[in-house]
């Protein structure tokens, strides 16, 4: 049975959402023993390498334009370099599951006020009823636990971080998607990982206390098989699926994982760790969800002109 082009699409984004549903469990347990410079640092470096390798081998492309690499660079250091370091430091002060409900409340709201701001979607009703609903309904299934207990100065630095790394990360999608009129988006994916990787990784061997101990890899076993996680999945495969997301659905449409991801958390910790589910839980993974459907139906509203010429070119095979 060979799928629809959105149906395709429909399956990817499920992907995406079950795998950035996962990871801030893995960041959590790697930082616990590796500085988060050298432990991102690596992870993005190496995945970015891994998909130059593959589209080596299949003798794709792998160099960018000197017209967009300034463009390229800074889409790098927002998604990659500045997000993941200032993030993961914000980790180290707060639950995996406060920074997963800002991370998730942030990133779909965020993503579509960058991606109107800079004219490349339009705005609508709708959209501001999903989001809505979607901030209602992660509040509501992980609010007042993810809260609880962490109401402190170094709490709040944490908050501040992840908030901080997620407008960084959002800024990012939104200036990457008229780069991808010249770049495929793994070739995207790769250049993206593998320079803000590389940067990230640079800074933290020079500057980050206790990175040079770290590289001799004495990180437990742990720490690995949560780099590892992250590297294939999390990195490889993940940020393919989500820039040829933004390149075809809009960056704040693509965002809308981040009300799926955490009903899927939820889910997998109910039927892999006995984890029980009570009204709330119900109620708020209900309005997530509905809130994702919402955002994901066909469009009939007038897109930005900016997206409109977009449309033009690709229509003509430019």
Known sequence: MTLSPAARQRVIFLILCFVWGTT????????????????AGSRWTVAGLILLFIRKLRGEPIRATPRIT???????????????????????HITAGLAAVISSALTP???????????QEGFSPRQLGAMALGVVGILVLFGPAAIAGTLDIWAVL????????????????????????????????????????GILLSASIALEPGAGAALR????????????????????????????????????RAGTYAF??????VVLGMKLFGEHADWSDLVGMGLMLAAAGLALRPRHQPIA?????????????G
Request: with cysteine; net charge positive; glycine share 12%.
């Open 109 to 119: 709201i965020s993503l579509l006020g960058f991606s109107v701001a800079m004219g």
């Open 217 to 252: 890899l004495h990180w437990g076993w742990p720490a690995f098989v949560a780099w590892l996680y992250l590297l294939l999945p999390g990195s490889v495969l993940a940020t393919t699926i989500y820039f040829q997301l933004v390149r075809d659905w809009g960056a704040s």
């Open 305 to 317: 002109p900016a997206v409109a010429a977009e449309v033009v070119v690709r229509q003509r095979g």
């Open 260 to 265: 799926v991801s955490p009903v899927i958390a």
């Open 24 to 39: 801030w469990l893995a960041m959590k347990v790697g930082i616990a023993t590796v500085p988060p410079g050298v432990f």
């Open 70 to 92: 300034g463009r390229l660079l800074l889409v790098a250091v927002l998604m990659v370099t500045l997000n993941q370091v200032i993030q993961l430091y914000g980790l180290k």
């Open 158 to 197: 944490g908050a501040s971080g992840v908030t901080i790394g997620c407008l960084c990360y959002s800024a990012g999608s939104v200036m990457a998607r008229p780069l991808m009129r010249s770049l495929a988006p793994a070739q995207m994916a790769a250049m993206t990982n593998l320079i803000g990787g």
